[in-house]
Antibody, heavy 121, light 110 residues
Framework: EVQMVESGGRLIHPGGSLRVSCAASGFSIENYAVNWVRQAPGKGLDWVSGISGTTGKTNYAVSVKGRFTILRDNSKNTLHLQMNSLSEEDTAVYYC??????????????WGQGTLVTVSS | QSVLTQPPSVSGTPGQRVTISCSGSSSNIGSNIVNWYQHLVGAAPKLLIYSDDQGPSGVPDRFSGSKSGTSASLAISGLQSEDEADYYCAAWDDSLNSVVFGGGTKLTVL
């Protein structure tokens, strides 16, 4: 079964750093695009970052560029999101999502259940 | 303010047909495929339509997508109570080099 399971979300103070992870099973993440999408409380879905399959090209939303880094560990079939300089605006449920194909422009056909990141003093 | 514009809410009665619009620009919908997602409260988002008008296996054919120019639409026919959810359109944006989502549309089944 194709599955993605996020972990690592917790309460973190403003200015802090946090890494959330996503363990994939049933497919190889190096062959597909994998992404992070978040949803802040009461808000809509907001794409954060993605990494293309095979090429490993990374892309970021303007709001997180320079602060967040998407990392892919092919040996563990795991995706990470390293988040630095966190602010309260980053408070959200973070979902990882698998792309239909290797490209960055395709739909996301498998989603995890999400991990909650709360940035608060 | 989302790059893609959707109506905040739509409603319909069981059995009715409703449509949700998604308006963009030449850098996103006008030059890239549109995907639609259904998000039920407490659940993970689900891919409903991909590549403008393709339905993944397992998605009822009551759901259909279309695109013309810089706008796209999701149609739901034979409305059912379990269709009550938030719906999002999304597309790649060539100017931003990122995926952009619509603000979401809340569907209420009366």
């Amino acid at each position: 079964e194709v599955q993605m399971v996020e972990s690592g979300g917790r309460l973190i103070h403003p200015g802090g750093s946090l890494r959330v992870s996503c363990a994939a099973s049933g497919f190889s993440i190096e062959n597909y695009a994998v992404n992070w999408v978040r949803q802040a409380p009461g808000k809509g879905l907001d794409w954060v970052s993605g990494i293309s399959g095979t090429t490993g090209k990374t892309n970021y939303a303007v709001s997180v560029k320079g602060r967040f880094t998407i990392l892919r560990d092919n040996s563990k079939n795991t995706l990470h999101l390293q988040m630095n300089s966190l602010s309260e605006e980053d408070t959200a449920v973070y979902y990882c999502a698998k792309g239909l194909y290797a490209g960055e422009r395709d739909g996301f056909d498998v989603w995890g259940q999400g991990t909650l990141v709360t940035v608060s003093s | 303010q989302s790059v893609l514009t959707q109506p905040p809410s739509v409603s319909g009665t069981p059995g009715q047909r409703v449509t949700i619009s998604c308006s963009g620009s030449s850098s996103n919908i006008g030059s890239n495929i549109v995907n639609w997602y259904q998000h039920l409260v407490g659940a993970a988002p689900k891919l409903l339509i991909y590549s403008d008008d393709q339905g993944p296996s397992g998605v009822p054919d009551r759901f259909s997508g279309s695109k013309s120019g810089t706008s796209a639409s999701l149609a739901i026919s034979g409305l059912q109570s379990e269709d009550e959810a938030d719906y999002y359109c999304a597309a790649w944006d060539d100017s931003l080099n990122s995926v952009v989502f619509g603000g979401g549309t809340k569907l209420t089944v009366l």
